[in-house]
Nanobody
Framework: VQLQASGGGLVQAGGSLRLSCAAS????????MGWFRQAPGKEREFVAG????????DYADSVKGQFTISRDNAKNTVYLQMNSLKPKDTAVYYC????????????????????WGQGTQVTVSS
């Protein structure tokens, strides 16, 4: 699976962005998908994940109620809608694919994700 993330940019605090991650390959619908982020000087962290069927989602506590993950298996694309953005959301955002999810379980660990996109920069100004 090859992943291409897009949609990042510069936005003022309180604004919104929608990230997209387009996947190649016919097996996209078999993978759980996740979004991670890495701020300067910090470790990469889980942000949101969605099961292959879209029946289950999981979010980091820091973004619950603020970010929404979704997917369109017909378009081989996963999305991250980010609202009410704050300067602390500034980071490079990565999409990733995991073969370990189930209908009811969404992987949240970096090690569970085998395929990674190149990252897209999100900068939130105060």
């Amino acid at each position: 699976v090859q992943l291409q993330a897009s949609g990042g940019g510069l936005v003022q605090a309180g604004g919104s962005l929608r990230l997209s991650c387009a996947a190649s390959g016919r097996t996209f619908s078999m993978y759980a998908m996740g979004w991670f982020r890495q701020a300067p000087g910090k470790e990469r962290e889980f942000v949101a994940g969605i099961s292959w069927s879209a029946d289950s989602t999981d979010y980091a506590d820091s973004v619950k109620g603020q970010f929404t993950i979704s997917r369109d298996n017909a378009k081989n694309t996963v999305y991250l809608q980010m609202n009410s953005l704050k300067p602390k959301d500034t980071a490079v955002y990565y999409c990733a694919a995991s073969p370990y999810g189930t209908i009811s379980y969404v992987p949240t660990s970096l090690g569970d994700y085998n395929y990674w996109g190149q990252g897209t920069q999100v900068t939130v100004s105060s």
